[in-house]
């Protein structure tokens, strides 16, 4: 078994539309990024490729690449989710938590856990989304922009 941790933030930026676990929020503000600012992936990714020893999500998809200019997280998370497969790892569990004053998450945790599930081929029941403010403390605090946390657990895949 190999764990691992990832984090990430990003700020909000007007007139962008928000996207949180693969999931498009009603919002007036999204997440500046190179990418559609999906905090909660990108920290996903980094705990997987973490997991793995494989550097983080900087070194395999970088932010001057216009390849990923405004690209769907998801299609990160499946290309390392790839990755993994194919150097012998299954994902055994995940656990993210999503910080952020604003929007209210709640309504969208389960679908969120519905598209991550599918994006590490897994079932829903290994994945875990939390979201918690921070009673108005700091930059998330203040709605300036959204942070997230992972946690995984890899296991070796016994299909070799
Ligand atoms: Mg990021």
Known sequence: MRIGQGYDAHRFEPGKPLVLGGVSIPH???LKAHSDGDVLIHALCDALLGAAGEGDIGRHF???D?????????????QVVER??????RTGNVDLT???QRPKLAPHIDLMRERISSD???????VNIKATT???????GRAEGI???????????EGG
Do not use: K
Request: aromatic share 8%.
């Open 28 to 30: 007036d503000e999204g």
């Open 62 to 64: 970088p932010d001057n």
């Open 66 to 78: 216009q390849d990923y200019a405004g690209i769907d997280s998801r299609v990160l998370l499946r």
């Open 84 to 89: 993994l497969h194919a150097a012998g790892w």
């Open 98 to 100: 999503a910080v952020a």
């Open 120 to 126: 590490l081929d897994v079932e829903p029941q290994q």
């Open 134 to 140: 921070t009673e108005g403390m700091g930059f998330t």
């Open 147 to 157: 942070a997230a946390y992972a946690v995984v657990l890899l296991t070796e895949d």
